[in-house]
């Protein structure tokens, strides 16, 4: 996104997309990274949840449902109170007690931030799809879900706080996720919940540009696919004073990957050279 645009730092980049390696050992994909000579640091992130029985959750969004479930309300999650709910009803009792376990060790069920995996767990929880048949296929059925709404859509409460005294910042998606609970259970529409979603994540970025306070925001991962969320989190952005860049010409997903590297590669080449010469003056 920066290639394209011809941006350089200081910037505010988002980078939502389903699966990524972070540099802490753990499943990245809703990060909020400030870049930087010739690296970046990593400003803010979704709060983590972890993906029972692992690559599965990527084929299975009643998984990322569940272990979004469990690390809001633990345990409990197996129990009544929740039996109700999609991805609870598309296991069995064999099957619920194998994926608690897993989530109570844990085993085989490593940390995400993923964003992707968010909409996955979502498009779970109002039962628009579980077991997916292709990438992204939950979060595009969630989006044209969103797009049947018939009123307004206002953003859901959630919560920005530090994970550490120097450490970046967490979106916490938990009072966003009970709301959404709430409000399906007292017979809220499928659609304008999904909506309701959509308008929930542009707020999010919206919160942590206020807070980090660079004037330009670039938008870049494959979540960025989806034009209601784009568009919805421009408007916002533009609204509040930012500059919003997203990629027009290049994929924003993994078909722009080979560009950023390129970019990135060029970014460390010139830095490093310039440090030479300093110092060799």
């Not at 966003?176 to 979603?197: H, K, Q, S, V």
Request: some cysteine; aromatic content about 8%.
């Amino acid at each position: 996104c920066m290639a394209e645009n011809e941006l350089e730092p200081p910037l505010l980049g988002v980078a939502w997309d389903g699966t990524g390696y972070g540099d802490d050992d753990t499943i990245w994909g809703g990060e909020f990274l400030a870049p930087e000579g010739y690296g970046f640091t990593r400003v803010a992130h979704l709060r983590a949840f972890r993906l029972p029985g692992g690559e599965a959750a990527v084929r299975e969004p009643r998984r990322s449902a569940l272990g979004l479930l469990y690390a809001a309300h633990g345990a409990a999650v197996f129990g009544p109170a929740f039996a109700e709910l999609p991805p609870l009803r598309e296991f069995t009792a064999t099957e619920r007690g194998v994926l608690a376990r897993m989530l109570e060790r844990p085993l085989n069920a490593p940390v995400t931030t993923s964003a992707g995996r968010l909409f996955d767990a979502v498009a779970s929880l109002l039962g628009v799809r579980q077991v997916a048949r292709y990438e992204g296929e939950a979060a595009h059925e969630l989006e044209c879900l969103a797009g049947r709404a018939r009123t307004v859509a206002e953003p859901w409460p959630f919560a920005l706080t530090p994970t550490a005294p120097a450490g970046p910042l967490a979106l916490d998606w938990q009072p966003m996720l009970d709301a959404l609970l709430a409000e399906r259970a007292a017979g809220a529409a499928a659609p304008a919940l999904a909506a309701r979603f959509h308008a929930t994540l542009a707020e999010m970025i919206v919160a942590v540009a206020e807070q980090v306070r660079f004037k330009h925001v670039a938008l870049s991962g494959g979540c960025f696919q989806n034009r209601r969320l784009l568009e919805e989190t421009v408007r916002r952005l533009t609204a509040r004073g930012f500059r919003a860049y997203w990629p027009q010409r290049v994929p924003p997903n993994d078909g722009g990957i080979a560009l950023g590297q390129v970019a990135v590669a060029a970014r460390r080449a010139k830095w490093r050279g310039a440090h030479v010469s300093r110092g060799a003056r």
